[in-house]
């Protein structure tokens, strides 16, 4: 590491701390990386704080120095709210976590539950269907659909939606809230606040247990809490970058054309295979385009426990270092054109690196590619009016104000067009169209 981190002065100091109260702090941070790739000092009273985003210090901080870091600011704070759930444990309770959760992660293993998502995928592009013609905020759809994905790849029965994503609302909000305070105003003076984070892990606690039902507990989900990470990181981060995805489309109708034909390989009725899903040239695209552009981890941090020198600067233990994947692109317009045609490479620290990369990733990949096909080919998005998209970032990144749009129905309720209309006829020569093109299913049916 050549290069070396600049020390701002007490200026650009103060501002960087002003845009990490606001909601935009992704905005302002991103920026800050992406000026210095290689880091901008903040010396706070709390000690050292470098922001960067080059590939060095990635390499130095997450893979090969992992053992002199643990997690910072968000997740632990998120620690201190969820307990020590495989997101945010450390040391051999994290261990453990990790690799209890291994074998129903792997790529492998998520593709046997292919036939699940894709059915998660048109339960979902049903209740869409039934809100022809309506406004709709997508972020509790998500947040089921995720959820449900998560549940058929663990075999736990789904949470509820809605209760699970209005419960981690709150401990997001705390979780912030934290970390920019540096923890300076205890909860026990914020007695709202207090009974709010109370009745959120209420419900959290409530949901894990009724998820599990009779379902074996394994080292993975040992306590509620393991079950509430679980729920955390494998549904938010996803649905958030749906979210954006969803919002991006509905201003570009031709796109939605484009993934409609790639959703009918996906058509109820046949049996989904690997090939299908690697055939989504544009889902792949638009997903992997959104990660670049709106990475749903907008940051990953990391606190020094032992000393170490990053780009010049010397780290004691307390120092945070905050990477910005959003930060490794310079280009801020959504283009997935680009990856289809094979131009820029896709984000590469939208799934983080290291030993705590994320390991849901083959199961993000399959879940986002397919609602995104299988969505296009049952109903339109639209845009509404004078409703732009701006970023709410705390553990992550959505829309803020949820993505809200205006649902028109491509098909009935179900996945089929009515009958002798041109939409049918469409649809069976869209079918007959894929299976031409994929004759030989390779993957696993579900
Ligand atoms: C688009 C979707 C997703 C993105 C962008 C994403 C991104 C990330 C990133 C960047 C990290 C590393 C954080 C760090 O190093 O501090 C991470 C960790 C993690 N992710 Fe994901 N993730 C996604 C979906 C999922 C899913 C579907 C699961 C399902 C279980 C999941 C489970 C986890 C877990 C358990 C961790 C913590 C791992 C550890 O600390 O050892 N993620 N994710």
Do not use: N
């Amino acid at each position: 590491m050549a290069e070396t981190a600049r020390t701002l002065g007490p200026g650009a100091t103060a501002r960087a701390l002003l845009a990490l109260t606001r909601g935009d702090r992704v905005e302002h941070l991103t920026r800050l990386a992406a000026a210095r790739p290689h880091g901008s000092v903040l010396r706070l009273p709390t000690g050292r704080v470098v922001v960067a985003c080059h590939p060095d210090v990635v390499k130095h901080v997450l893979v090969e120095h992992a053992d002199r870091y643990i997690k910072g600011m968000g997740q632990l704070h998120a620690r201190e709210i969820i307990g020590d759930g495989l997101l945010t444990a450390e040391g051999p309770a994290w261990q453990r976590q990790r690799a209890a959760a291994r074998p129903q992660l792997r790529a492998r293993a998520v593709q046997d539950r292919l036939g699940q998502v894709v059915e998660a995928a048109h339960e979902a592009a049903d209740r869409l269907c039934a809100a022809d013609g309506r406004r709709v905020d997508l972020t509790v759809h998500l947040a089921s659909y995720t959820l449900t994905c998560l549940a058929r790849t663990f075999g736990f029965d789904p949470p509820d939606g809605r209760r699970i994503h209005e419960a981690f609302e709150v401990v997001q909000d705390e979780a912030i809230f934290r970390a920019v305070t540096q923890g300076a105003v205890p909860l026990r003076w914020r007695p709202r606040r207090a009974a709010a984070v109370a009745a959120a892990l209420r419900t959290l606690h409530a949901e894990a247990r009724g998820s599990l039902g009779g379902t074996p507990r394994t080292e993975a989900w040992a306590g509620d809490e393991g079950m509430m990470s679980l729920f955390l990181a494998g549904y938010e981060t996803t649905a958030s970058t749906l979210a954006w995805a969803a919002g991006f489309l509905a201003h570009d109708a031709a796109l939605q054309d484009r993934l409609a034909d790639e959703g009918a390989r996906l058509d109820r009725g046949r049996t989904p295979t690997v090939a299908d899903v690697a055939s989504l040239t544009w889902a792949h695209a638009v997903f992997q385009d959104t990660l670049r552009l709106r990475p749903p981890v907008w940051l990953i941090s990391r606190r020094a426990v032992a000393a170490d020198v990053v780009s010049g600067v010397r780290l004691r233990p307390g120092d945070e270092v905050l990477l910005l994947p959003g930060a490794t692109s310079p280009d801020r317009s959504f283009e997935p054109g680009r990856a289809v045609r094979g131009e820029g490479p896709p984000s590469p620290l939208a799934f983080g690196a290291g030993p705590r990369s994320c390991p849901g990733v083959a199961l993000a990949v399959m879940e986002g590619v397919v609602w995104l096909a299988v969505v296009a080919s049952r109903v339109r998005l639209h845009a509404v009016p004078d409703r732009a998209l701006h970023p709410l970032a705390r553990m992550s990144q959505a829309p803020a104000g949820g993505t809200v749009v205006d649902v028109r129905a491509r098909t009935a309720p179900g996945g089929t067009a009515p009958a002798g209309t041109a939409q049918a006829r469409t649809a069976q020569a869209r079918t007959a169209q894929a299976r031409t093109a994929h004759p030989h299913p390779t993957g696993s049916p579900a």
